[in-house]
């Protein structure tokens, strides 16, 4: 059930009506509205893939995995066999939106990084849903083909912006390290809080960036400043592990002997020149 939109710009469908086997990607239809602050639609399930990008307000999506708010410059995606539940949360909400029914869609937006739900994608490029749109307009095999290429097109765009949040994150959770690892209280909880991002969302995206889980990074740190301050003074071990962001002296000490094969004691004696 669909209440009337403050304004219903357009939509275009494919005049053929089943996906062209021969082409990996299909696009059934496109559009762009604008809608008030009462606008709400509850449908069925429906069978093929469904893809808003917004461009103005805020709105709400809801579905299996619960309720998600989505503002300007978010894109989210409603997986074939999904229930559609929308409605909008600000006094004007605009998005454009396409769907795509060929049997790989899915499979195909996952090579982009892009899935089932919310993904932060930034300027919404109405430019090119309304060339989908002219493309299927056309009628033809030939403009469902364009269709088919400028919706990779908008992939590539969609894929390309939403990986740029999550680099910014990454810097940031690096620097954050770098400048807190010796204070023991800094846990990535601490972090991820920091960043208002998911902890497990943080794990992720810095391996990918760096090889290694931000656990890793972080007591990498501590340990090589540990290290160091072995090699360069006669301060007791659990004034270093205190001073290097470890709690507890006798983790430190089991660390290093794991780590370098020997004692924090026979490492201290190994150096050149006592100091």
Not at 121 to 140: K, M, V, W, Y
Not at 189 to 198: F, G, P
Request: proline residues 4%; positive net charge; hydrophobic residues 35%.
């Amino acid at each position: 059930m669909m209440q009337a939109p403050t304004q219903q710009i357009w939509i275009q469908f494919r005049a053929h009506s089943a996906a062209r086997e021969f082409l990996p990607l299909s696009v059934r239809s496109v559009g762009r509205y604008r809608v008030n602050a009462q606008w709400q639609e509850t449908t069925g399930t429906k069978w093929f893939l469904q893809l808003f990008w917004i461009f103005e307000g805020s709105g709400r999506f809801h579905n299996s995995g619960g309720t998600v708010d989505a503002g300007c410059g978010d894109i989210f995606i409603y997986s074939p066999g999904s229930q559609h539940t929308m409605e909008s949360t600000s006094e004007r909400w605009g998005y454009c939106w396409l769907t795509l029914d060929h049997p790989e869609s899915v499979r195909w937006l996952q090579g982009f990084g892009l899935g089932h739900g919310l993904q932060k994608a930034g300027h919404c490029p109405e430019g090119r849903f309304r060339s989908i749109g002219q493309s299927l307009a056309d009628g033809t095999v030939e403009g469902e083909c364009r269709a088919a290429q400028e919706a990779h097109a908008l992939f590539i765009e969609a894929s390309k912006n939403r990986e740029q949040p999550n680099h910014s994150r990454v810097v940031q959770a690096k620097a954050a390290m770098d400048a807190s690892f010796n204070n023991p209280a800094f846990t990535i909880q601490t972090l991820a809080d920091e960043l208002s991002v998911h902890r497990s969302t943080l794990f992720r995206i810095f391996r990918a960036q760096y090889g290694l889980t931000p656990i890793q990074y972080l007591k990498n740190l501590r340990l090589h400043q540990a290290l160091r301050r072995i090699q360069q003074s006669n301060d007791p071990l659990h004034v270093i592990a205190s001073e290097s962001g470890f709690s507890d002296p006798s983790y430190l000490s089991r660390l290093i002997k794991q780590t370098v094969g020997l004692s924090a004691q026979k490492l201290r004696m190994s150096r050149p020149n006592d100091l």
